[in-house]
């Protein structure tokens, strides 16, 4: 009896663990679309980068700064923004794990374009994933202003 108690609250713990799991991949999440901007939840604003260039420039930007910064599994989406990813993903250790890279790209009213940086660990329930999305969005907006104040080659 106390055993089938404890295999029963066990097994529900289980498929509740993974179904929280399942539902928090911002990987998942951005893989059911790829190429579109129809992903279940939009980018993240980020830190605004103002670059003085065209939109199409501005994605080129923003895709040569997520290489730089080493990610991988790089995708454009259909509204300039793009998206990588960086780190490991077997672990859960907060600087090793894996992390959503991502650069927004939005045109203003006056024509100038905005890149939003931003990173966020893979899973959303992850809890100590702040520090290292801090250091990754201050890589990402450093490299989005190098590429934006250097003549193109």
Not at 74 to 83: E, K, M, P, Q, R
Not at 103 to 129: H, K, N
Request: glycine letters at 10%; charged letters at 15%.
């Amino acid at each position: 009896m106390v055993l089938a108690a404890f295999l029963g609250v066990f097994i529900a713990m289980c498929v509740g663990g993974a179904i929280v799991l399942i539902r928090s991949d911002r990987k998942r999440a951005t893989g059911r679309a790829p190429g579109t901007a129809q992903q279940g939840k939009p980018l993240p604003p980020g830190t605004p980068v103002e670059v003085f260039v065209g939109p199409e420039a501005a994605t080129q930007i923003a895709r040569s700064a997520i290489q730089l910064v080493g990610a991988h599994d790089i995708t454009d989406l259909n509204n300039g923004s793009v998206i990588g990813w960086i780190g490991s993903s077997v672990t859960n250790i907060p600087s090793k794990a894996e992390y959503m890279i991502a650069v927004s790209r939005v045109i203003q009213p006056d024509g100038s374009v905005v890149l939003g940086c931003s990173a966020q660990p893979r899973f959303s329930s992850m809890a100590f994933g702040s520090r290292r999305s801090a250091e990754l969005t201050h890589r990402l907006v450093s490299e989005v202003r190098n590429l934006a104040s250097s003549p193109a080659s």
